[in-house]
């Protein structure tokens, strides 16, 4: 089993709390876990669940993948897209519903391009109706 690099993950949940303007009371609340057990993680004594990383994630509006890599449980190169969520995420010049749109805008054009969460590219993987008639397809409706 690989052993968590808690000390990273503790840092970086960190990182993200302050970048958050959140205390770490507010932060154990709204994922619900206690304060002393986060406190735990940020300091690299606990090493959480994906569960509990999860919980945290969303608290945080990160992706849950972000904490995932941070804690060693997945592998970054097999993280797609990561990069671009979190910045979009943790960016504290944006507002929530621009956030949002951003990562609409972002998805829309990798299906798009045939590297949304789905169809993987394949041919049977049938493209939104605007970017049909974009593309001159003669079978668009």
Not at 21 to 42: H, K, M
């Amino acid at each position: 089993m690989a052993s968590l690099n808690v000390g990273n993950l503790g840092e970086f949940l960190r990182e993200q709390r302050r970048n958050a303007q959140l205390s770490l009371r507010q932060l154990a609340d709204a994922a619900g876990v206690s304060n002393p057990y986060l406190s735990q993680i940020e300091r690299g004594l606990r090493k959480p669940s994906a569960d509990i990383l999860q919980q945290l994630a969303k608290a945080l509006r990160i992706s849950a993948e972000t904490l995932y890599v941070q804690a060693g449980i997945l592998d970054e190169r097999k993280v797609d897209g990561v990069e671009v969520h979190t910045a979009v995420l943790t960016d504290p010049a944006l507002t929530e519903k621009q956030k949002q749109v951003l990562l609409q805008i972002y998805e829309s054009f990798r299906k798009e391009n045939g590297h949304g969460s789905g169809s993987g590219g394949t041919p049977a993987g049938e493209p939104a109706p605007d970017a049909r008639e974009a593309d001159g397809d003669p079978h668009a409706t």
